[in-house]
């Protein structure tokens, strides 16, 4: 069993900047792809980033060139550095891992809440 916690949510400025962080607990996910997803208030859930246990990446074109995941396998982490960022980036962000298929995800975390002012 894995266990996900987000952190680094908050309320930013059209424009800015955000690092989101997840810490997984419970086993290593050194060889696990990693990523992210977000829910805007009354859309569904989507695909924001992935990185493979090689460090393969793949983004969602609303995010490509603003967006920059990565991972630090020795601290079980994963980061989502947030530039350049648009109202339409407010969300819910959710830490997901082990990819099951295509973007379908064993383990969730609770989510961290990111608002963009305009």
């Known amino acids: 069993q894995v266990q996900l916690v987000e952190s680094g949510g908050g309320l930013v400025q059209a424009g800015g900047s955000m690092r989101l962080s997840c810490a997984a607990s419970?086993?290593?996910?050194?060889?696990?792809?990693m990523g992210w997803f977000r829910q805007a208030p009354g859309k569904e859930r989507e695909f924001v980033a992935s990185?493979?246990?090689?460090?393969?990446?793949n983004y969602a074109d609303t995010v490509k060139g603003r967006f920059t995941i990565s991972r630090d396998n020795a601290k079980n982490t994963v980061y989502l550095q947030m530039n350049s960022l648009k109202p339409e980036d407010t969300a819910v962000y959710y830490c997901?891992?082990?990819?099951?298929?295509?973007?379908?995800?064993?383990?969730w975390g609770q989510g961290t809440q990111v608002t963009v002012s305009s």
């Open positions: 997901v891992t082990r990819r099951i298929s295509g973007y379908e995800y064993r383990y």
């Open positions: 990185i493979s246990g090689s460090h393969d990446t």
């Open positions: 419970g086993r290593t996910v050194s060889t696990y792809t």
